[in-house]
């Protein structure tokens, strides 16, 4: 940031809600992609177009909407769907703890409101940003979470409106939309980190992959994924050099 910027209060181009925006585009394909097969698998189990759209709303999460529908269609009690969405997104946890030490300076509700939207996608263009020397703001982050949460809702409704004509989306591979952006991500945050680290980072991913695979064994994938997360992240934290 230079020092004209700062005299002036006015924030860079890069850290605008427009630039959030911008920034946010070359994830939406797989925002379409999944939220389009979600709204198919709510029309295939019963669940109305408003009721798909208020789910997309309300708790705008893939995995936890996909489990949602499945419940609802075995007549799953609430408790037990209430419980179990809580569950599978309580990673949402620790990606904004994550995050929360460079939006220390917004108000309360200004955290609150960028918390709320935060998404696997969003955080990984985020931590992106970041661990390439870059800085992020609310504006730049609102923009990014906002362009999201309207193409998610969208994109369901849409998959919801269509459902009947398209029953097996994997057919066009939509179910595999959200790795390759994932992957995608994985690879440019790769890429930024300096030679020296990257042995450090790339041990610290294989210990994910190996902590979930044995953490399966005894508990749901869902908490195996939370916990391994977790463990990852301290071992991390007092490695990193």
């Known amino acids: 940031m230079s020092i004209a910027t700062e005299l002036s209060g ?22 379409v992609c999944i939220g389009f097969a979600a709204g198919i698998v709510g029309a295939s189990s ?9 789910m997309s709303a309300l708790v705008y999460a893939g995995a936890s ?13 609430p408790s037990v769907i209430i419980l179990t969405t809580f569950i599978v997104n309580a990673r949402h946890l620790l990606l904004s703890a994550s995050l929360a030490p ?12 960028i918390g709320v939207l935060l998404t696997d996608e969003s955080f990984g263009v985020a931590s992106d940003k970041l661990a390439k020397g870059g800085q992020v703001s609310d504006r730049w982050m609102n923009g990014l979470n906002i362009t999201a949460y309207l193409v998610w809702i969208a994109s369901c409704v ?3 409106i269509l459902g009947n004509w398209i029953s097996r989306p ?23 980190i300096q030679a020296s ?13 190996v902590l979930m695979y044995l953490l399966s064994w005894w508990v749901p994938s869902h908490i195996a994924v939370i916990a ?9 934290v007092l490695t990193d050099k």
């Open 10 to 31: 006015t924030e860079p181009d890069s850290l605008s809600f427009l630039q959030g925006v911008k920034d946010c585009i070359p994830t939406l394909l797989g925002y």
């Open 46 to 54: 019963g669940v109305s177009t408003i009721e798909i759209a208020l």
């Open 65 to 77: 909407q996909f489990i949602m529908c499945s419940m609802l269609a075995t007549a799953s009690p």
């Open 102 to 113: 460079y939006f220390t300076k917004y108000s309360l509700w200004k955290n609150i409101g």
């Open 158 to 160: 849409a998959g919801g």
């Open 170 to 192: 994997e057919a066009l591979g939509l179910d595999f939309a959200l790795p390759a952006m994932f992957l995608a991500l994985l690879i440019s945050q790769l890429q930024s």
């Open 197 to 209: 680290k990257l042995k450090h980072r790339l041990l610290l991913v294989l210990c994910m992959a």
């Open 228 to 236: 391994a997360t977790m463990i990852t992240a301290t071992i991390g």
